[in-house]
């Protein structure tokens, strides 16, 4: 059977990788299926979707959705099924926690809670034999009107899977994509990814160090078979600095096989300062930090992050002495914070002095302890749902912040970027240069 991934970009902005979709058709082709994806522009009509749909015949559509996605997708999907009666399973982080509301909107027909390969695999077989959608239970797939299914224990070991497929990710120039494992320990009380821990009692999972190996240096030799090679890695782990032994035998590898450039995402309390030598000698070009907040109190009481402001600016040191660019990553807008809490994260971001940062409006997304926490606050407002999630303003009705608090503190965040990209491309950069900086930094701060 063909099945049709809808790619349902959000942001022209965003150089988004097709992750979930990539590891799906890569484990569909294995069984026999063909797979192709259509990316969903922000300019492109019903009509475009349409003629798409059409072109590729499907025998079903695939979405993968977060929460931002979701909210374009429904009025997408409702539209193409006036026109076209094609079955549409939706998986990923949105459709895991909030299954019914994707069920009760027009043109759903299924929702995959949690890891999809086996998942997927069954509803294809399953539609191919049948030539219609299942009416028992299949594990981790969830029908209208139906309560949740069992689900089946996640895929172990991960070598098992095939290496994703490289055609679902759109990239260009030999920047690749890699994950190198699933689930994150971590407690953060905001976050999507780490419930999968609460819904599967032992979720982390990491590749060996021999597949990861394997997978780049296939890659090198031209192997994907797309003519790109591989010129720089972005590996997308939630935290890729978790165990120090699989770390240091992964450096030990890299550096061997000619230390190409890397970047990738840690948490403080994973690195030191031996871990950062070692990275930075394989070829770490750049890390992403979570920091969140300059609040110690907010850390702690509100997002479960108990770490303090001294190993964050200890850490930042250490990462910039071993000769790695750093990107810091705040929100704002979180419940129970002041304005007081977003002046320490401005004064902890100069005492930090990161190459970068990104800042973010906390969107509470469903399944995340955040997320109940605010429908008990009574913050979240009626029809919440149907709100875009907007960069510049909160959804909820904060008790201690305002809208224009927040949007002042946003600005101020955009201003300082905005300074130090002058201060250090300034003069050397023409209208349009400048431009394409920003722009390139957009994409490297992007981080779930
Ligand atoms: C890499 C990444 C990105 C990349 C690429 C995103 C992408 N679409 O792949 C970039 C940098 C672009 C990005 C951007 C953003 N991200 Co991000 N990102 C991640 C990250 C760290 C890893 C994703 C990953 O590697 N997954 C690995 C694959 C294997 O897992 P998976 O995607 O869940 O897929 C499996 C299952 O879910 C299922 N499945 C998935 N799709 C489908 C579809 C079907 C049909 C089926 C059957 C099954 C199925 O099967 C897959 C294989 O088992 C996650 C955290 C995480 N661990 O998930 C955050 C995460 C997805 N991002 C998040 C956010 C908030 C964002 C941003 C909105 C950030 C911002 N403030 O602007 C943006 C906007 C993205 C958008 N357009 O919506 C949130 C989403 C929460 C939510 N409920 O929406 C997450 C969960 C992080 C978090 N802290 O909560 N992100
Ligand atoms: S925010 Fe990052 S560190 Fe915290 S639980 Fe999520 S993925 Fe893990």
Redesign the pocket.
Known sequence: MHVLFLEV???ST????????G??AAYLRRHGHTVSIFTIALDHTIDDVVAAVCQHAPGLI???L????WLRARGIVAGLREQLDVPV??????P??APEQVLAAPGFDLV?L????G??LDVVAHLEETSSLPTHDIDNIQRPGQPRPPLRPPLDPLDELPFIARDMLNERYGVRHM?TQ?G?PFPCT????RMYNEMYSDYGRRRSNDSVSAELAALRSGAAGDGLGLSYIIF?D?TFTINHKWVRRFCRVHTESGATPFSLHARVETVNQRMLGELAAAGCKHITYGVESGSERIRREVMLRKVSNQRLIDVFRWTREAGIITTANYMLGLPHETRADLEMTLALHHELQPHDFGY?VFYP??GTPLFKTCRDLGILPEGYETMPANHRQSILTLRDLTNDDIGEFYDRFTAIREASYLERYGSSLSTSGEKTVRDTYKHTA???
């Open positions: 970009q959000t942001e965003w150089s988004v990788a097709s992750v979930g979709p590891f799906l695939g979405l993968s977060t929460t931002r996605q399973i939706a998986g990923g982080l949105h895991t926690f995959c949690g890891e999809g390969e998942a997927l994950v699933r994150c905001y976050c999507a990814a997308l939630d973010f997304y469903p992007a981080t779930g």
